[in-house]
């Protein structure tokens, strides 16, 4: 099978990140509380932990109460698989759209990095402080979704940048409603892999557009013929990618 | 361009399904409202109307004013292309999902047919009352789907049948993380096209995938190894298909 041992996700009752994966850990806090009192994962079960980094470990609980678990490992540390090409999102921010929706999802289909943009249509404003707010919401977001989704290698959240930014980025792909490529046809394949722009729901403004293309090759991706919702749109582009991936070397 | 010509969606101001594309129509009622208090289109603009069965027409707007606007037409009626192969998507229906969300985001992308099913693990339980209530708001919001994403062929939703009912039916794909096959290889497409059926959370059991499997040759699709909700498995699955459709004939 071609994802067999990623994660013991079937035996498991639950996946935590820990900050190592000690012989012995214990898990309190906000996860210690979701596990043992809102999931009732009791002694003797088993669960899976990892340090975000992309090792995970399978534990045996030894101990549940008072919000917190004991863990005791019960094989060694394992590797999930990096798959290839990399494949990161870059999304335009809007008002409408919540961007939390997007985080989870992307973070489900196991997209590597996560880019929020804002264009020249965008409606929001950033400032520093709304910006890292917003940030630190967004990663805790995609730390719930990696534990929902057995996933043991965080993905990155970048800090918000203007789409201009992504012009000439090698690999760039625009999710395009009139995109008259191949909607079958693999893209090109950057350095750092693919990296897929979504624009707003209005669109990206045709000087963004222009400034795009000017910088460099750049891919169009179509998922059906009708206008589709920026999160859907999202959330439609990293499937098709990541339906193409393989599983790498590192 | 690969879908030139489908809809006005960028000159138009709204999309919105009336009972003919007479030379001249009024919308009231509930569009009528959403239309002119809402959306507060005026005379002058232009909206395109469809029939919901893919026949659309361009429209300009006579008179906007107490929640109804007057349309007259300025082209000939218009047809949308159908897609091939059809596209159904069989869906299990549990508690802790939203089936609205799936709903929306499968009328986004074209799907054409919406299949809900309950399997042996599902929680919820289905009587006719319940099932008809249901049906009714699952149409409403296709209907308001479609409106937003232009798209002038309504998806038809099916009643809802027990998971084993699907058993046989050619063409079925099982969205199913262990996949094997290759992820970017085409399935088979059966008479009635492509039948992806996705399980809940939980995954099926394993009588019901014999069951599927001892009745016919069943394909099976994965999109990344990680442990999508139901929710996110229905869009990944819709959109990797989606984007493998083509313009028929029709």
Same mark, same amino acid.
């Given at each position: 099978?071609?994802?067999?041992?990623?994660?013991?996700? /079937?035996?498991?009752?639950?996946?935590?990140?820990?900050?190592?994966?000690?012989?012995?850990?214990?898990?309190?806090?906000? +996860?210690?509380?979701?596990?043992?009192? /809102?999931?009732?994962?009791?002694?003797?079960?088993?669960?899976?932990?990892?340090?975000?980094?992309?090792?995970?470990?399978?534990?045996?609980?030894?101990?549940?109460?008072?919000?917190?678990?004991?863990?005791?490992?019960?094989?060694?540390?394992?590797?999930?698989?990096?798959?290839?090409? =990399?494949?990161?999102?870059?999304?335009?921010?809007?008002?409408?759209?919540? =961007?939390?929706?997007?985080?989870?999802?992307?973070?489900?289909?196991?997209?590597?990095?996560?880019? =929020?943009?804002?264009?020249?249509?965008?409606?929001?404003?950033?400032?520093?402080?709304?910006?890292?707010?917003? @940030?630190?919401?967004? +990663?805790?977001?995609?730390?719930?979704?990696?534990?929902?989704?057995?996933?043991?290698? @965080?993905?990155?959240?970048?800090?918000? /940048?203007?789409?201009?930014?992504?012009?000439?980025?090698?690999?760039?792909?625009?999710?395009?409603?009139?995109?008259?490529?191949?909607?079958?046809?693999?893209?090109?394949?950057?350095? +750092?892999?693919?990296?897929?722009?979504?624009? =707003?729901?209005?669109?990206?403004?045709?000087?963004?557009?222009?400034? @795009? +293309?000017?910088?460099?090759?750049?891919?169009?991706?179509?998922?059906?013929?009708?206008?589709?919702?920026?999160?859907?749109?999202?959330?439609?582009?990293?499937?098709?990618?990541?339906?193409?991936?393989?599983?790498?070397?590192?």
């Amino acid at each position: 099978m071609l994802f067999d041992g990623w994660a013991a996700d /079937v035996q498991a009752a639950a996946h935590v990140f820990v900050r190592a994966l000690e012989p012995a850990v214990e898990v309190s806090g906000v +996860d210690g509380h979701h596990l043992e009192r /809102v999931r009732r994962v009791r002694a003797g079960e088993r669960v899976t932990a990892s340090d975000g980094a992309g090792n995970w470990r399978l534990y045996e609980v030894s101990e549940a109460a008072n919000a917190r678990i004991a863990l005791v490992a019960v094989r060694a540390v394992m590797h999930e698989p990096v798959l290839t090409p =990399p494949l990161a999102v870059a999304f335009a921010l809007t008002k409408r759209e919540k =961007p939390e929706v997007v985080v989870q999802k992307l973070t489900e289909l196991g997209v590597d990095r996560i880019l =929020p943009v804002v264009g020249s249509r965008s409606v929001v404003q950033w400032d520093e402080r709304k910006s890292a707010a917003a @940030l630190a919401r967004w +990663d805790r977001v995609a730390r719930e979704a990696a534990m929902q989704c057995r996933r043991s290698r @965080l993905p990155t959240i970048a800090d918000v /940048v203007p789409l201009s930014a992504l012009a000439g980025t090698s690999g760039l792909i625009v999710a395009d409603r009139g995109a008259s490529e191949s909607p079958t046809g693999v893209p090109l394949v950057g350095p +750092d892999g693919w990296v897929v722009l979504v624009g =707003p729901e209005g669109g990206f403004s045709p000087e963004e557009l222009i400034g @795009l +293309d000017e910088a460099g090759p750049v891919a169009r991706l179509a998922v059906g013929p009708h206008v589709l919702r920026a999160e859907t749109a999202a959330i439609a582009a990293a499937s098709v990618l990541a339906a193409q991936r393989t599983v790498g070397d590192a």
